[in-house]
């Protein structure tokens, strides 16, 4: 039974989802830290940690929690703290100094915490939220019994690393993915159905956007850096999960080859990250949803895994905590409004849609759960977790926005809900400005594209079938307050309008412009941000009143609103332009 426990606590660690270390044999030795007899943890204490650690960086209290008993280890103490400049970085935790690093012999505070995260959410350790400590699992101590002293993996770790993986939902949902007919899928293709829909923590980077800008782009170096690092959260977690899914052979890594067409043009890349699965992996999943004669496993879940980001995470982990409880122990399916009672009784208000998209985005992780007649029941069986239920949790302004759009959007996919909490996340504005352009061509009709690199706009659109067409000069911006439009980026803007009216290359050599089709003669501009406050309506004005050019700012939710009247057929992008841009 999931349990639930009453707290005062209104934040917590980001369990569930790990980014980077995919070693097993590390993840071994670090799940050995928790397992006083294993000889790893005989090893830190009388010879690794007096190596790597300083008396002033804590070693005495470290070497006291690991000879401790019960063992019982605090966060802090397993991840430590990173130093700056990182050429001056010590070691000063205990999985920092259990996996060895490149080029030193201990690993940061960041990789520690993925080490940290991989083992807690793979099952082999467990978490108290009283005292804030991990201790070891029987499965993690299963795991260590079975440990060689060799380089590759055992049998019985091989074995025992795979049950663990098949228990883990995220795991399932990639190979559910990959089973399909002929599946070939990139990490964008496997992010993007991933997680929960229309949620900046689980943003997917726009496939089509990257294979346009990879395919324009000649020099190899950035071509290589756009390739590495332009990839949202659920891309990082899809690829993650693949290659430990790789890793065990239960599938290959294979280069595929994407084409994407726009503006009458085709643009093609490869993309190496891209699997398909293996005939043992296709064993593997059937064996974890219990067909032929093997029985269903057990899934975990954590409570954390159900939020990444923003103001509601702990509101939206409850929330989604309590529908998988109630579905679970539930012998018979049960509709939204039996959950939103069942929500409401432990001070959650919820509506019908925001549950009933829950429940899709649970499927999106891995569970196993069946609509029937407006009735949701799942399959899967679902280990014991803790959901720590505070008093007085409530929704922020931006999530009642995002509940009130998904009562009235009804054409455009629900995915483009995200842009709401991008709108906010200044660190995600590459991934802002992207999905914004494909929320505008995808959606919309437009024709257009996402601009990379300096003295260039965010994006460019246009209209190819009116009698008059019209581009759009588009700028987004984002801002955790709103944002005022500072004279500054009105300028930058002003600057970008009357280059394309001039049109010469000797004032940019980059002509961005040129992103417009040859018969598009008349130009907008148009910022794009969650909201806007100050005077910026001034601002518009101002630019307009200069270049006599027509522009708006548009809050993002007008925008998403706009989209789907337009993908609705309720509105034409003629009146688009009469409605914003005159």
Not at 48 to 61: A, E, Q, R
Not at 184 to 212: A, D, V, W, Y
Not at 329 to 355: D, H, M
Request: net charge neutral; hydrophobic share 40%.
């Amino acid at each position: 039974m999931i349990s639930i426990m009453a707290t005062e606590t209104k934040s917590f660690w980001a369990f569930g989802w790990v980014q980077d270390p995919s070693n097993f044999r590390s993840l071994c030795n670090v799940v050995a830290v928790f397992d006083f007899n294993s000889a790893k943890h005989k090893e830190l204490v009388k010879t690794i940690l007096p190596k790597l650690v300083l008396k002033s960086d804590g070693l005495t209290d470290l070497l006291a929690e690991m000879n401790a008993r019960p063992l019982k280890i605090k966060y802090s103490h397993l991840v430590g703290t990173s130093f700056k400049p990182r050429k001056d970085s010590r070691c000063n935790a205990i999985i920092q100094a259990t996996v060895k690093g490149q080029g030193r012999d201990f690993i940061g505070d960041w990789p520690a915490d993925n080490f940290v995260r991989w083992a807690h959410c793979l099952g082999f350790i467990k978490y108290d939220y009283a005292d804030d400590t991990f201790s070891i699992t029987e499965a993690g101590l299963e795991l260590t019994a079975a440990f060689e002293n060799t380089v590759e993996l055992s049998e019985k770790e091989h074995t025992l690393l795979t049950n663990a993986l098949l228990a883990y939902p995220p795991a399932i949902r990639i190979l559910s993915l990959l089973s399909e007919e002929n599946a070939h899928l990139t990490k964008f293709e496997l992010g993007r159905n991933l997680g929960f829909i229309g949620e900046g923590g689980f943003g997917s980077m726009p496939q089509s956007t990257l294979i346009r800008e990879l395919a324009q782009t000649s020099d190899s170096k950035e071509k290589n850096k756009m390739k590495a690092d332009w990839e949202g959260a659920s891309d990082k977690y899809a690829r993650m999960i693949a290659r430990w899914l790789a890793n065990l052979g239960l599938v290959e890594q294979i280069k595929k080859s994407v084409s994407v067409a726009t503006g009458g043009n085709v643009y093609s890349e490869t993309i190496g990250q891209a699997y398909m699965i293996t005939a043992r992996g296709i064993t593997a999943l059937n064996r974890s949803l219990g067909k032929s004669r093997h029985a269903r496993i057990a899934k975990n879940l954590c409570f954390e895994m159900l939020a990444t980001k923003g103001a509601d995470r702990e509101y939206l982990r409850t929330r989604r905590a309590l529908i998988i409880k109630m579905l679970t122990e539930n012998k018979k399916s049960v509709s939204a409004e039996e959950i939103a009672a069942y929500l409401e009784l432990n001070g959650i208000k919820a509506t019908l849609e925001a549950i009933r998209d829950d429940i899709l985005g649970l499927g999106r992780l891995g569970l196993d759960i069946i609509a029937q007649d407006n009735k949701y029941s799942c399959r899967d069986k679902v280990n014991d977790f803790i959901i720590p239920l505070a008093s007085n949790i409530t929704e922020s302004d931006i999530g009642l926005a995002k509940d009130e759009l998904r009562e009235k959007i009804t054409h455009i996919s629900k995915d483009y809900l995200s842009l709401v909490d991008l709108a906010y996340d200044s660190v995600q504005n590459r991934l802002f400005e992207m999905k914004t352009l494909e929320l505008l061509t995808e959606e919309c009709g437009y024709e257009g594209t996402h601009l990379s690199g300096g003295r260039k706009p965010d994006g460019v659109i246009y209209t190819d079938n009116l009698p008059d067409n019209y581009g759009v000069i588009v700028d987004t911006k984002a801002y955790s307050g709103g944002y005022g439009l500072p004279i500054s980026e009105a300028d930058k803007m002003q600057r970008y309008i009357q280059e394309n009216q001039r049109r010469d290359e000797k004032e940019n050599a980059n002509k961005w412009w040129k992103n417009f089709a040859d018969d598009v003669k008349i130009f907008y501009f148009m910022f794009v941000s969650g909201h806007f406050k100050g005077k910026y309506q001034e601002q518009i004005d101002r630019i307009a009143q200069i270049t006599k050019t027509g522009g708006a700012a548009v809050a993002i939710c007008d925008l998403l609103l706009t989209a789907d009247r337009v993908k609705g057929g309720r509105c034409s992008l003629g009146e688009v332009e009469r409605a914003m841009f005159f």
